[in-house]
């Protein structure tokens, strides 16, 4: 009985008894902020919608001449800016102008609002806008033509939210705050990480291991020892695709398409299940086990991946050429050729059609691409594939983070779970 009195059911749902629900536009609340003409400075901050961000606490800024900025939105450090236009604001696009902001002041993208907080911790309001049971309240009042819908002003003031004691709001944003800050290092590793591997591509994959001759081939400079092949001369092309009106068998297959693949990664992160009697003609192309998947269509150009073992004898999409190797290509060392610039240069020069341009097989056999000896292969694959096992990592720790952030949300913007003052 006693946990029953500590909660209160209210228009957002079950709350503690000693928290409010006010509206966000309330007086005492927050202040959905009017513009204000600015002319005795000649160079002002100004905070473009690429400067807000998706993830992460605090917008960033650039300096402009006054003369430059034609329209704006005024704001002051402090305020909180929360996109209103689509696809923005579904995308969760908010932040905190910063302290540093020169002046005290800037003056943003007029698809935001600014946010004035007053009797309510900014972060926990940060937070609280952040959380979907809130923000898609905001979304569905969004009104104008198909692309260019905006967020109403009245939409974000009327908007009801949880207001717990103050110190109690410190406590849950430095809470949250600090899952963030973790999650951005981790950010910052992978970021790093990218680049390293960047790096090393464009350096193994034109100057190799240990070579000091080089030639000039139709690819660009690349060691005297290497050759330069067409694709078709090193790899069979969709060997197995299937007739689209000849039956599968009646059994369950595992089905890859576009989204299947994180986009150039070459990691598989899910696949649908089809029943192959039923699978439709765009799913009839078998795949094995080491064979590489390369999507033909833009702008999907650097979705590929190395089939793994437990796909052997699944489908795909007909989106993807299958590339089955040959004795003189290693699989993990083609896919990395794949993602390099003289070879997505080629495919976008080649790729054909109007409103869905794409490679078909002839065009894929025609892609150049330089061809070390088979140790050298398997060198320069283990060295890539290292980092990428890193990337993998990073990018897990990042996906549990943010089920932990997910969760914590959840939990202390109701209630659920109470912090100690």
Request: hydrophobic share 35%; glycine share 6%; with cysteine.
């Amino acid at each position: 009985m006693k946990k029953q009195q500590e909660f209160k059911n209210t228009e957002i749902g079950r709350i503690p008894r000693e928290w409010e629900v006010v509206r966000l536009g309330d007086e005492q609340v927050a202040e959905i902020k009017g513009n204000k003409s600015i002319n005795r400075f000649n160079e002002v901050a100004f905070i473009p919608m690429e400067a807000v961000p998706d993830s992460g606490i605090f917008v960033n800024f650039e300096i402009r001449p006054m003369e430059e900025v034609k329209s704006f939105t005024y704001c002051e450090s402090g305020d909180l800016l929360l996109a209103k236009i689509t696809p923005s604001l579904e995308n969760g696009k908010q932040g905190i102008v910063p302290d540093s902001v020169p002046n005290g002041f800037a003056l943003a993208t007029t698809e935001v609002f600014p946010i004035k907080c007053k009797s309510i911790e900014k972060l926990f309001l940060f937070y609280v806008l952040k959380d979907s049971r809130f923000r898609n309240k905001i979304i569905a009042s969004m009104t104008g033509t198909t692309g260019r819908q905006r967020a109403t002003k009245v939409s974000v003031k009327n908007l009801f939210i949880p207001l717990p004691p103050f110190p109690e709001q410190q406590k849950i944003a430095e809470i949250l705050s600090t899952v963030d800050q973790a999650i951005e290092k981790v950010d910052d590793s992978i970021a790093k990480t990218e680049r390293l591997k960047k790096g090393l591509m464009q350096e193994l994959l034109t100057k190799g291991i240990g070579h000091k001759e080089f030639k000039d081939t139709e690819i660009g400079r690349i060691p005297k020892e290497w050759e330069v092949v067409r694709l078709g001369e090193v790899v069979d092309i969709n060997k197995e695709s299937r007739d689209p009106n000849r039956e599968f068998p009646e059994r369950e297959f595992l089905y890859i398409d576009i989204d299947s693949i994180e986009n150039g990664t070459g990691v598989i992160k899910a696949a649908k299940t089809l029943i192959g009697k039923k699978a439709p003609s765009r799913a009839r192309r078998v795949i094995h086990y080491n064979d590489v998947i390369m999507s033909t269509v833009r702008p999907y150009l650097k979705a590929f991946a190395i089939v793994p073992r437990e796909y052997d004898a699944q489908i795909c999409s007909t989106g993807f050429a299958v590339l089955t190797c040959k004795e003189r290509i290693l699989p993990s060392y083609l896919l990395y050729t794949l993602f390099s610039n003289y070879v997505i240069s080629q495919c976008n020069r080649m790729m054909v059609g109007g409103q869905y341009p794409a490679l078909n097989n002839s065009q894929v056999e025609k892609i150049k691409l330089p061809l070390p000896s088979l140790p050298e292969q398997q060198k320069i694959a283990e060295i890539l594939s290292t980092v990428d096992k890193r990337l993998v990592l990073l990018r897990n720790k990042k996906e549990k983070m943010e089920r932990v952030k997910k969760g914590l949300m959840n939990d202390l913007l109701t209630g659920k779970r109470r912090v100690k003052v």
